[in-house]
């Protein structure tokens, strides 16, 4: 099955830098990549997806990219803010088509903006 | 509130009691997933339903768990003979479906076993 490996397991940056997550995953099948953002005892929230026809997306300071032959992903916060501070997870899954579309998470990174 | 819905949001069992947890997806969503998160872990996928159908368990989930979505709306999660390791939160989530697979939490159901 596939296997999702998340890394750094903390971050810590002073606010307006920029902060990088990575993720590697196995299942060359996988084409569809969310991240999700999950503040203490809330549910997790979708803030950027990318499907494996696309290398990269960006929406205001956040961005994803992607490349499918060494099987990583990434997330990339620019001008980091306090309220960015929350535990961060990348996933994978066979979505779309006849897939069942199931996530395989990565292990979280907890980041802290400080001010 | 339009999103999805779990009930209860906690709940405190003894060692051996039955629970069953409720989860609403967000309407006309096909799709209807059921994860188990631990204290610092990602979710991990536990059941997956296509409409009414079961369609995929995971080796995580033991005989003593059983899931169910009549009529393919709302969908309960059912622990007999909870142990102290089913202490969790129990996460559901569901998508449109087919081609439309962007999945939206639930707020959980945090699972204490005494």
């Known amino acids: 099955g596939e296997n999702v490996e998340q890394h750094p397991s903390t971050l810590s940056v002073q606010e307006g830098d920029s902060a990088v997550i990575k993720c590697t995953y196995s299942?060359?099948?996988?084409?569809?990549f969310p991240w999700y953002k999950q503040e203490l005892g809330k549910r997790p929230q979708l803030i950027i997806d990318?499907?494996?026809?696309?290398g990269e997306k960006k929406d205001q300071r956040i961005a994803v990219t992607l490349n499918k032959t060494a099987k990583h992903f990434s997330l990339h916060i620019t001008e980091t803010q306090p309220e960015d501070s929350a535990v961060y997870f990348c996933?994978?899954?066979?979505?779309?088509?006849?897939?069942?579309?199931?996530?395989?998470f990565g292990q979280g990174t907890i980041l802290t903006v400080h001010p | 509130d339009t999103g999805v819905s779990q009930n209860p949001r906690h709940k405190i069992t003894k060692r051996g009691q039955n629970v069953t947890f409720r989860c609403d997806p967000i309407?006309?969503?096909?799709?209807l997933y059921w994860y188990r998160q631990t204290l610092g872990q990602g979710p991990e996928f536990l059941t997956y339903?296509?409409?009414?159908?079961?369609?995929?368990k995971s080796r995580l989930l033991s005989d003593r768990f059983s899931a169910e979505r009549p009529k393919g709306s709302f969908s309960t999660l059912e622990i007999q003979r909870t142990e102290q390791g089913d202490s969790a939160m129990y996460l559901c989530?569901?998508?449109?479906?087919?081609?439309?697979?962007?999945?939206?939490f639930g707020p959980g159901t945090r699972l204490t076993v005494l």
């Open positions: 989530a569901s998508s449109l479906g087919v081609g439309k697979d962007t999945q939206y």
């Open positions: 996933a994978a899954s066979r979505g779309g088509g006849t897939s069942y579309g199931k996530l395989t």
């Open positions: 309407s006309e969503h096909n799709r």
């Open positions: 339903f296509q409409n009414e159908a079961q369609l995929e």
């Open positions: 990318i499907r494996s026809n696309v």
């Open positions: 299942d060359s099948a996988s084409n569809y």
